[in-house]
Each structure stands twice: as C-alpha cells, then as structure tokens.
C-alpha cells in the first residue's frame, strides 16, 4: 500500500525537512504534491532525486491526496485542513490551529500513539518545546506519576522558521564585521544576544509559547491536574531546542532505575557522561531523531525532584519526524 | 581620605573592569597599583588618562596598600590574600577561595551591607550567578519569605574570562566562513552552541556553579532553609548573564506590590514591557550597573509561586562593581 502525499508549506523550514524525513524513513509514497503560497510556486525541489514542482495552494489541491502535511501557520491550516479533510484527505497538521479542539488528536507517538484512533480527519503535531519535553520526561513518568514541570526553555532560531535562522546568521556576520543590522523577522537583535519568546503575552503574563507547553502537556498526558512553570527563551542557536527541566514526582525511584528507564526508552538517546562533562548540546542534537537526555540528577531542592538536561533537534522530533512518525502509525 | 588600592588580575576581564568601574565611581584613589601574573608585566594599563604599569605579583607586593581586589582566580587569592591582610590590607575577593569560610563575610552592598562589620581581613565577593539572582530576588523576599527557587541560567562567555569571550567571536566567524575551529578555552564548540556549565560535577549531580548558588544563598540571606534547584547553562553570548527564576514565597503578596517594590530597589531597574514584548536581554544590560529584571508573573505552577526573567552585566555587578560597592561599605 502506497499513499499519495501532499505538504503544504513544502519551501518552509519544516517543509523541507518533511522531504527529507519522508525520503528517509522510505515512507510509501505514491505520488507527491507540493504545495505553497504563489510567491513559492514554479519552484522546485528535489526529492529522492527528482525534481518535483512547487504548485499554487488553492481549494481544490487535495484532489486524490491520502495524506496532507500541513505546515504553513495556523491561518491557512483554519482554512484548508477542512478543504483537504472533504477530499478524503487524512491532515496531520503542525500548526496550533486545532490542537487543543477535543475532537483532535493531540499524538506524540511513542507517548499516546492510541490517541490516533478517535480522528476525525485531522491529527495535530504538538508544539516542538512540547515534544521535546515531554519525551525528555516519559521515561521518567512511567516510573512514577509527575506533579509538577519547571522547565526553562533555550530555543533556537528555526522555531521561527527559515527566515528567523538566516537573520541569526546575517546578524551575526554583521556584528562580527561592525556594521549596523536591522532586525526584520524577530524582535530584536539576535547575535550574541537572547530574548523571552517573541509571541503574545495574556493576562496571566504567559506567553504562547509557554501556555502550548501548559495545555498540551495536559491534554497528551490526559492529565488535568499537571502542574506546569514553563518559561520560554530564544537563544543565538540554529535549529536544536535545549530544555532545563525539573520534574516533581509523586515518588522517587532509585537513581540508577531513572537512568535505565531512559537508556531503554525508543527516541531518547542518554548524553550524559559527567566525567567529560558532556551532556546534552544543540551542536550534537542537530540533525539526530533522538531526543537528547543528560544532567541527570535528584533535585536538591525537593524531595521528590528529578532535574535533567534535554535537548532536541526542532526541526526533526520537534517537527517533521513527529508528523512523518504520526502518518505511520495510521 | 583616599586609599592606596591594589588590584591583583588586572589584565583580566574583571580586572579592566575594576579599572573602569574605580574610574565611573570616583573612588578616591592615592595610589594604584596593577599586579598580574609574570607573564603580563611590564604591560600598561589607561586609568584616568594615565598609563599605570603592571607589575609582577610577588610576596611583598602589598606593602603600603590599604585595599586589594584580587580577581586572579583561586589558588591565587589562597596564596597572596593571607599575605595582603598580614602586610595591612583589606581584601576583596573576587574568587571561590574564601566564600564560605565563617570568618569571611559574603556580601552584596544592596542586600546584607552590615555583614562587612565582622571581617577579618578578607571579605569575599558571591558568584556572579548568585548575585544577579539574589539582586533579582530581594526585592521580593522583603514581601514574603522566599522557600525554593528553581533557577536556569544563560551564562555568558565572560564568566569564563576574557579568553573565552575572544574564543566565542573567533568560533563563530570561523563558522561563518565555514573554516574548522578547535576550542582551546571552552570544552566545547561555542559558535551557535550552549553547553552545561564548565566546571567539575559532584556525586550529587550539580557542578561547582550550581553548588554556589546554592550555598552562597544560605550565606548572604543567612536562611539554612532555603531550597535552591539550580541548572547552570552557558550560552552564546558574551557578557551579560540572564537567569530564568520562578520562587515559591510563604505568601502571595499582590503583582502590583511585586512590581512596585522592584521599580524602588536600587540596583534593579524594571524591564517588563508587556505590549512592545520587550524584557531583560543581555545586549542591553551590558555596560550597565543595574540587574534587569521582568516577565514578573503569578507562577502558574504553584499557588505561592513567581516567576521572572532577570539579567545582569557579569563584569559589572556580577563581579567588579559589587567589589567596588564593597570597598565603597568600607
């Protein structure tokens, strides 16, 4: 059985990734459709070595599609997930558009794979901060259940998207060189410099960013009582988005039984050699489908605290790997 | 009344800092003079329009001087700061040497000024994480009694010294040209990279820098009980430090008493422009004397909880202006 694949938002950064996930994880594809914005389409890119057209996103691109990769904002996900849903299209989508609508799936797949049966049509990638942290913490809540999650977030610039990663590099080449920079995709000025998540800040004074890691750990963990203190931080790095967690939990299991818990556990790769002081790093996450887990230690300020290191490739689990993983699992 | 100072590690980054922060503040200097290790001497340093002359460190170098900042690391200070007291010199210490020990008060001017009173000699200066945390802090803890904090740092290339800095911009322009860069200063590759932090791990799973945040706290706010989760993480950037704190208090007083009580404490300046998206970065508290602090939040993880963004010069008052602060108790 072959599937005729369609992505939307196929020149983005997540798009692009999506190509290369589906080419190598050999998923059966039939046919390919790319789909864009105009300003994209009569473009080309290569997959599996050919070269396939970028076409114009309009109503009627999900003709005949089986499975539709959304990843072009929540605006065009509003607007044509229904479309392609009409069509006969299964959409996993990998914007915040529905994620939290109940009759969607929320699926990480080594976590609630189940999820995926109660579809209606559309299946929502979670956040990449979500994902990486969730699949950072896993193996530990097996162990024993997870009261509450303080995470401090270092995200890199493809969070933003392709754009955001090009001014990081820009802007540092002109820091380098002395010359002035204008930042134009992010906030402020990005070389040699950070800033709090550049998305909108509610009442309660988090921001979007912070309040998708809140309610979707809740909804894909199917656990409203979860306490979550997230704060999320973009950092001068590429595309690896590192995480300091601290977990409390209900008991605390041996150190040693933590420790194996994550060597076992599919998608998590243990990074934690204290001799070398070597742990988790974007540089190394980069690129890799595992989530990198290290620092691994009881924390010294609660009982029941478990505190670790993670850090994941966002483009990759934070993203499309978790898309491509979602679609096999149907 | 003005005083004959001596500055030990002053080719350092601290050390030119102390030179500039002596100069800002018009410390009333009779005489100064510039140690550093063999290797630099004979150098000249710019102080007030002159040029001062750096002299080997020796025995008998604090003959005649009536305060020393040492900034030259650890074992230095254990050598030659028993040596400055015996000649009749108070000394303020930039390194980890002395900070614990009972006899050593460990000060921050704008939190426990009174502490200077019972020195012997020797009067330590905290780790630049600590300060900026507990500057960030105070302001809060004189509302309400501060049971844990759970902390995650962005550390910047100057806590490693003036080298690593250089090591941060000669990494990334190497990356920028795509050329290979070996690290000599840091462990790790630094272009668009984070690491945990560098130093040694301890059976209980934290490093150095971690641990004195932890200890230092107890000592400067004389509360044994204070529960400290710290996560050290340096990043790429070169001098400003940015930490990432939530604290559980015994009360909740109201945010608008939070905010106020920040907007007075000297030493903090409030950067907490919600609309404009617009907090504590690190391009911008470089070069200034104040902690940054913003995203001031309810927690929305415990009832007693708050969360904020702080971020501090590490040269300044990380290190040398809260030397200076101290000299200016004396």
């Known amino acids: 059985m072959k599937y005729r694949v369609a992505i939307v938002g196929a020149t983005g950064a997540v798009g692009q990734e999506l190509l290369q996930v589906l080419a190598q994880r050999k998923f059966p594809i039939r046919s390919l459709r790319l789909l864009a914005s105009e300003r994209s389409a009569g473009k080309t890119l290569a997959f599996e070595g050919e070269q396939v057209s970028v076409e114009t996103l309009r109503p009627d691109s999900f003709e005949g599609i089986d499975i539709a990769f959304f990843s072009a904002g929540g605006a065009r996900s509003q607007q044509y997930a229904p479309l392609a849903v009409q069509a006969g299209a299964v959409v996993i ?13 929320l699926v990480i797949p080594e976590i609630n794979p189940d999820a995926v049966r109660g579809h209606r049509g559309v299946i929502a990638n979670p956040n990449c901060s979500t994902i990486i942290m969730l699949m950072a913490l896993e193996p530990l809540r097996r162990l024993a259940r997870i009261r509450r999650i303080v995470v401090s977030t270092y995200q890199a610039a493809s969070g933003a998207g392709a ?42 004074g988090y921001n979007e960013e ?19 203190s997230p704060t999320c931080v973009r950092v001068p790095v590429l595309r690896a988005h590192t995480e300091s967690i601290v977990a409390e939990l209900e008991t605390r299991p041996p150190l040693a039984t933590i420790v194996d818990a994550y060597r076992r556990f599919p998608g998590v790769a243990l990074v934690d050699d204290v001799a070398r002081n070597h742990f988790p790093m974007p540089l190394e996450a980069t690129g890799r489908d595992e989530v990198l ?5 009881y924390d010294a300020g609660t009982p029941n605290g478990v505190a670790l290191l993670a850090c994941g490739d966002q483009l990759r689990k934070g993203a499309a790997l978790n898309a491509v993983q979602i679609a096999e699992l149907l």
């Open 293 to 297: 887990v290290g620092r691994i230690r």
């Open 163 to 204: 754009q955001a990663m090009q001014e990081l590099l820009d802007a540092t080449r002109a820091y380098l060189q002395g010359e002035p920079f204008e930042p134009r995709v992010l906030p402020h000025p990005y070389a040699f410099n950070l800033f709090s998540h550049n998305s909108a800040i509610g009442e309660d």
């Open 93 to 105: 989508d990998n914007s915040s558009a529905f994620r939290m609508h109940p009759d969607v799936p």
């Open 210 to 228: 912070e309040r998708k890691m809140i309610l979707e750990t809740r909804k894909i963990w199917d656990d409203s009582a979860i306490a979550v």
